[in-house]
DNA sequence: TATCGGTGGTGCGAAATCGATCCGGCTAGA
DNA sequence: TCTAGCCGGATCGATTTCGCACCACCGATA
């Protein structure tokens, strides 16, 4: 009989792409999932990956393996989730994941009023950029930004949030340095794995081609503030910055929608939903804000 | 996150009702069930058994977890029964199951010889009465005797072999004595599990009402070499005993005919087919033997 | 009533597992 | 060509887990 834990392993490892990677995913020394990798081979009787010299590659065994393995691993969240909805203590843990731009800007006042209102429930806050799935318990709830609604998975629920709009901002020297003639040139500034953004219409200012990448949200506002040149942020993120200021011509364009999404077995938690009517409330009352109407035009 | 090899212990707990049934079929010490319940109990935050004197019990929490644990369960037997059949050397594990008085009476130099032809297979006999699951992939290949082919499982593939006989012996000393006029009561002998024998239709010998249980067929046979009545057993094995005779006026009855069932995945292994045409070789040579042609009636 | 077979629970020493560390190989980029 | 950063693998001591023996309890039975 296969230890039914080291299909765990064996899952971080298809995924991870390398034994390292996944002993991190983990929270183990790699030496362990080497072992367990080894122990799984041997139980079964056959070769679950190639060893490469860049990682460990799943072999066609492997490939085979891996859709059971991943059914084992739906069963095995279906299982926590159902003895996790049946709890109605408002103690215990609560994972909410969100997008960084909401979390350091806008949410986290509020996110700390609600910790203090209630102390019983351990906070874990995922502001990571990738998005967490709900579906495979990764996080309880989930603020989301959704462009289409038609992308909004099915087996979720949401409630739906107020309208966030977004516009082009760049720094006021620089904006005013162009407006005397300058003519250094303005570069789009994007963060990294987002690609060359299709929303890059220009407006009055020009930008040069070449566009400036940065690794996450907090460098790319500080290149915009340095005067790299501009950049697409959410309005009530550049309206409230003292440097920056938009940029002429180019009207907020809508963004998307805020979603407050749970999945279907904790949101009958007691704690889930203490959270999603507090954030609720907090986000409607924000409404103006998010919609760009704080600042006059500039 | 739990670890996914406790709900294996779960599910042994779950069903055989108690920590000492379970650590038994797991094969550990029942100490080891106890900890690692508690242990998925904790990180569950929630009870899944109720600790009575009689053992452990499912709360409800517990039978709705149950569901997703077999689940798990069924995931993990398809990923092993893959891997398995992908296997296509003759190397490695072939688990056979068949019932007791076929393995000790007839097979059991059949199966040598298959050991000594296929040195590098590695051979498991289940013979303990229990009938193992196949679909479950507690074994490989069943040798079954089944009377009516509408009980075959559908899910199984099967090979039919020749027809199995039974008869009702005695011990020889003891028909003597009673054609010699002795009174003392004849009894029936059955296993003990298979209840009251209803194929107990009586022949020229009457017995006393009051069966004679013993717990395995090889008592059973020793019972009716001592003379304490008379018992059913295939010809193939009352004819070869020299202490044992037919009972007179008891014509053999047709017991069933014996198949050798495999199951979808494991059926193309090269060692199940070497298993399988080999046994089905040897069963055909053995065909008068079973049906009970060798001697002549007593 | 005494006993026996079953249950869960506990403490301790042995055994298996894990984590830290070091090593050699490979690759990309300076 | 060298170096930095990956990778897997091996080693060894610390830690965890396990099995064993033992206990208390309960119910049936002699």
Same mark, same amino acid.
């Given at each position: /009989?296969?230890?039914?834990? +080291?299909?765990?392993?064996?899952?971080?490892?298809?995924?991870?792409?390398?034994? %390292?990677?996944?002993?991190?995913?983990?929270?183990?020394?790699?030496?362990?999932?080497?072992?367990?990798?080894?122990?799984?081979?041997? %139980?079964?009787?056959?070769?679950?990956?190639?060893?490469?010299?860049?990682?460990?590659?799943?072999?066609?065994?492997?490939?085979?393996?891996?859709?059971?393995?991943?059914?084992?691993?739906?069963?095995?969240?279906?299982?926590?989730?159902?003895?996790?909805? %049946? +709890?109605?203590?408002?103690?215990?843990?609560?994972?909410?994941?969100? @997008?960084?731009?909401?979390?350091?800007?806008?949410?986290?006042?509020?996110?700390?009023?609600?910790?203090?209102?209630?102390?019983?429930?351990?906070?874990?806050?995922?502001?990571?950029?990738?998005?967490?799935?709900?579906?495979?318990?990764?996080?309880?709830?989930?603020?989301?930004?959704?462009?289409?609604?038609?992308?909004?998975?099915?087996?979720?629920?949401?409630?739906?949030?107020?309208?966030?709009?977004?516009?082009?901002?760049?720094?006021?020297?620089?904006?005013?340095? !162009?407006?005397?003639?300058?003519? +250094?040139?303005? %570069?789009?500034?994007?963060?990294?794995?987002?690609?060359? @953004?299709? !929303?890059?219409?220009?407006?009055?200012?020009?930008?040069?081609?070449?566009?400036?990448?940065?690794?996450?949200?907090?460098?790319?506002?500080?290149?915009?503030?340095?005067?790299?040149? /501009?950049?697409?942020?959410?309005?009530?993120?550049?309206?409230?910055?003292?440097?920056?200021?938009?940029?002429?011509?180019?009207?907020?364009? /809508?963004?998307?929608?805020? !979603?407050?999404?749970?999945?279907?077995?904790?949101?009958?938690?007691?704690?889930?939903?203490?959270?999603?009517?507090?954030?609720?409330?907090?986000?409607?009352?924000?409404?103006?804000?998010?919609?760009?109407?704080?600042?006059?035009? +500039?």
């Amino acid at each position: /009989m296969i230890d039914w834990d +080291d299909v765990r392993y064996f899952l971080a490892v298809a995924r991870g792409g390398s034994v %390292r990677a996944a002993a991190e995913r983990l929270g183990v020394n790699h030496s362990t999932v080497l072992r367990r990798i080894a122990q799984l081979e041997e %139980r079964l009787g056959a070769q679950m990956f190639e060893r490469l010299p860049s990682g460990y590659r799943l072999t066609s065994a492997g490939e085979e393996v891996l859709e059971f393995a991943e059914q084992m691993e739906a069963s095995s969240h279906l299982l926590e989730t159902r003895v996790f909805g %049946r +709890d109605q203590s408002a103690r215990g843990l609560l994972r909410v994941t969100l @997008p960084p731009f909401l979390a350091t800007h806008l949410l986290m006042p509020d996110l700390a009023d609600f910790a203090r209102l209630h102390p019983d429930i351990e906070m874990e806050i995922q502001s990571s950029g990738e998005v967490a799935n709900l579906t495979n318990r990764e996080a309880d709830v989930a603020i989301r930004i959704v462009a289409d609604r038609k992308n909004l998975p099915l087996n979720l629920y949401g409630v739906k949030g107020p309208e966030l709009f977004s516009g082009v901002y760049i720094s006021r020297e620089r904006l005013a340095a !162009w407006r005397a003639g300058a003519t +250094d040139p303005i %570069r789009w500034i994007v963060i990294d794995n987002h690609g060359i @953004p299709v !929303w890059a219409r220009e407006g009055e200012v020009h930008t040069t081609g070449v566009p400036f990448r940065t690794p996450d949200a907090e460098t790319q506002i500080a290149a915009a503030q340095q005067g790299i040149g /501009m950049t697409k942020l959410p309005c009530f993120v550049g309206d409230a910055d003292p440097l920056l200021a938009r940029v002429p011509g180019t009207d907020p364009p /809508m963004h998307g929608t805020l !979603w407050l999404l749970t999945q279907g077995e904790t949101r009958k938690t007691k704690r889930v939903r203490l959270f999603t009517e507090f954030v609720s409330r907090r986000l409607a009352a924000y409404a103006p804000l998010l919609a760009g109407l704080s600042v006059s035009r +500039d």
